[in-house]
């Protein structure tokens, strides 16, 4: 018997539980494909396009992210410093070290090399004044040092910002792909069934 509140029936109950069920997989394929997705963006994208030194910086910049929301939190710090000499107090001061003043030196397969205490091999480059020049290891604030590789070395960009096109993608494979999917599923279930069930069979047109 053909109704108008099909979807009221024990018929159509059934088929929207089954629907149900096909969109909550096809929603956990997509949110696994959004995963690899994104990893491939940030690996293939955001690495690529980050600088020398903000890749070396990268662990330690997630690192003070996370542990500057706690008050008071320390945690200990590796940086790349000179030294010169400060012409107004004649003292030694230091210096960070910035992308454009620093050459890796890269390994036969294309990156750089890790010196005995697995640090980047990064050469000063000549002309750069300095009287030390030398990896800078102590305790500092969390939050001081998230300030400070934001504004030095990021360039006001915080983790949320640089990951933003593998987020971004990854919202976006899943959204379409569920969609996708769900389209493809309605029109399949169209296709294979043309008829109207009618006492346990089908009724087929010709």
Known sequence: MKTKL????????????????RF???????????????YVIHRYWVTINLTVMQR?????????????????????????????????TKKEVSLYVKDDEIEPVYDDEGHIELDKDHRPVLLLKGGIEHKKYYWLHGIAGDRYMYEWFKEHIYEGQSIPDIWRPAWLGAILIFIFGTIGLTILDAVAQRLYLKGEPLR?????SP
């Open 24 to 38: 909550c997989a096809y929603a956990v394929v997509m949110f696994l494909v959004a995963g690899a997705g994104a």
């Open 200 to 204: 346990g069979t089908k009724e087929l």
């Open 56 to 88: 070396v910086y990268f662990k330690q910049y997630f690192k003070s992210t996370w542990r500057g929301t706690f008050a008071n939190s320390r945690s200990q710090y590796t940086t790349l410093a000179r030294t010169v000499i400060d012409p107004n």
């Open 6 to 21: 099909r979807f009221l029936t024990e018929e159509g109950r059934t088929r929207s539980k089954n629907a149900f069920r």
